[in-house]
């Protein structure tokens, strides 16, 4: 048959139009149902949708854009739910998950396949889905033969059918959907141009290299957050306990806080390791040619939060800050980068103690785990940008001197229960005689013992002529204050509390940092971590 719903399994048999129904299937999962702060989303979702049915040219498609595991797909199957409500036909289809193109198959010819089969009656099993054949032609007479409901095309990552978009795929979707009164667009997609300006570009996915660039713009819309611990526990019985840590760890991003609490997801370093198998097909090439940039680029964007369009940018939550476009990765990708950039696992393994002491309350011991990741990030940011302003980078504390060669965390042995035996452990470790480490360098040494008394920490940091300077530091996120003198061969002692003051103080040895310089170290993408911020310590201070 030459019919609209022609639909041919190969050496099968054909489909006519009299097996297809009116209304399009919905046939992927998510648990949209159990996530919080959807309701705003999805007002503006619609808002959106029915400006766009009614306007005539140039009309802006919508696009959900986030990092990976970030809720878009959950997203479009509560607008597509809702649409139907409000006597919308969408029709949506998703290149996410085990989508893949036929041998020979173009991406238009995928798209328009994957449009056909979600009007089928009987739905086919995935492999015979692959095998349909349908012609633009056939599927756009059949589209303006249904009913007079304005039709809604939803798109489960569009990036799949390539940045910028195949130039066929891209005059299909503007002839037949964006440029056609009563119908209109809706994407996902883990790559948004935001750095374009204020208002992102749809020719970065709607144009090609053998057209003009189009200056047609998208519409985006709030997608969910919520920093609200309350809110979120309504996501069900396994998030009745939920810290404000955990909430800060995800990002406020309701689907990343729900995948920490579902074993039978994929994890976020399975799916950080999948994706990368596609954007760098040899990894070992690539950082042959781009490591040291790409190291350089990743720890200014953890500083101060400007992003570009870098190989990691699907990880970041993109947005705008006092005006300006930013980037924050979610600490868990922020390990799974580092090591993929360096083959260092130190990262990870202080994410994986947060993520255990941030289960608790009490105890103090997730600021500890910040405050190591957050001077290991800085010194590691002194060693690999060296120059900063035609400036040497110094570290907030001022503990860099000298430039940086090597940064080292260092686990103090459980046996070693005082200071003094922990300063000759360094000396027996790290000393003149047995130097393992290239100078400058700095080593962040933690106890063992959780009865370490005075300090939760030492940095030793040696110039190039080999001298070194110890600091002891202690991380408090309630107010208090060091009870004890410290050995003559500790320079100095670091108070870093949860919640500074807003001035410097200084008593003998010891150095209330204030909460600017707290900051800085933090740098922008651990800035959410600081405990004033999460509501749970006091919110004035004044000098002990």
């Known amino acids: 048959s030459g019919s609209v719903a022609s639909l041919r399994i190969p050496h099968q048999r054909s489909w006519s139009k009299e097996e297809c129904g009116n209304l399009p299937h919905f046939d992927f999962e998510c648990p949209h149902e159990r996530l919080v702060a959807m309701d705003k989303t999805i007002r503006q979702g619609l808002k959106v949708v029915e400006d766009g049915v009614h306007r005539i040219s140039k009309v802006e498609p919508l696009v959900i854009a986030r990092l990976y595991r970030g809720g878009k797909t959950t997203v479009l199957k509560a607008l597509f739910e809702r649409l139907k409500e409000e006597n919308y036909l969408p029709i949506i289809v998703s290149l996410n998950g085990s989508f893949s193109f036929r041998p020979g198959e173009t991406p238009l010819q995928a798209l328009i396949r994957l449009i056909a089969v979600q009007f089928i009656d009987v739905v086919p099993d995935e492999e015979d889905a692959r095998n349909f054949v349908c012609h633009e032609h056939d599927l756009c007479q059949y589209l303006n033969a249904l009913h007079n409901k304005p039709i809604v095309l939803i798109i489960d990552e569009l990036n799949r059918l390539g940045v910028p978009l195949d130039v066929d795929v891209a005059a299909f979707l503007k002839n037949c959907f964006l440029d056609k009164v009563g119908r209109y667009l809706v994407f996902s997609s883990h790559v948004i141009d935001i750095f374009e300006g204020v208002k992102p570009a749809a020719s970065f996915y709607m144009k090609s290299t053998l057209t003009p660039a189009s200056d047609r713009h998208v519409r985006t819309i709030d997608l969910p957050f919520c920093s609200d611990k309350m809110t979120l526990r309504g996501m069900g019985d396994d998030y009745s306990g939920l810290t404000d840590l955990e909430v800060t760890l995800g990002g406020g991003i309701p689907s990343l806080v729900y995948v920490e ?245 200084r008593k003998k040895k010891w150095y209330y940092v204030e909460e600017d310089t707290l900051r800085k170290l933090l740098g922008f993408n651990l800035a959410p971590f600081y405990p004033k911020d999460w509501g749970s310590v006091v919110t004035t201070d004044e000098f002990d």
């Open 261 to 505: 609490y579902q074993s039978q997801e994929e994890s976020m370093k399975d799916k950080f390791n999948a994706v990368m198998r596609t954007q760098a097909n040899d990894r070992h090439i690539f950082l042959r040619q781009h490591q040291r940039d790409s190291i350089e680029r990743f720890l200014w964007e953890l500083q101060d939060g400007i992003g570009g369009q870098s190989l990691f940018g699907s990880f970041a939550d993109s947005f705008l800050f006092q005006s300006q476009p930013c980037v924050r990765y979610p600490l868990p990708y922020v390990s799974c980068i580092w090591e993929w950039l360096t083959a260092d696992g130190s990262v990870g393994a202080l994410i994986n103690t947060l993520s255990v002491h941030a289960k608790t309350v009490e105890g103090g011991k997730d600021w500890e785990v910040i405050i190591v990741t957050a001077l290991y990030l800085r010194f590691l940011f002194c060693q690999y940008v060296p120059i900063v302003l035609n400036e040497p980078n110094q570290d907030p504390l001022k503990i860099v001197e000298d430039g940086v060669a090597s940064v080292l965390i260092h686990d103090i042995p459980g046996e070693i229960h005082t200071i003094e035996d922990a300063l000759d452990h360094l000396h027996e470790r790290f000393g003149a005689r047995q130097r393992s480490l290239a100078l400058p360098s700095v080593v962040i040494a933690v106890p063992s013992n959780n009865r370490f008394p005075d300090l939760d920490g030492l940095i030793q940091y040696t110039n190039r002529s080999g001298h070194t300077k110890t600091y002891g530091y202690q991380a408090k996120t309630r107010r208090g204050y060091p009870r004890h003198d410290l050995p003559e061969a500790i320079d100095a002692c670091l108070l870093l509390r949860g919640c500074a003051p807003e001035r410097p103080f």
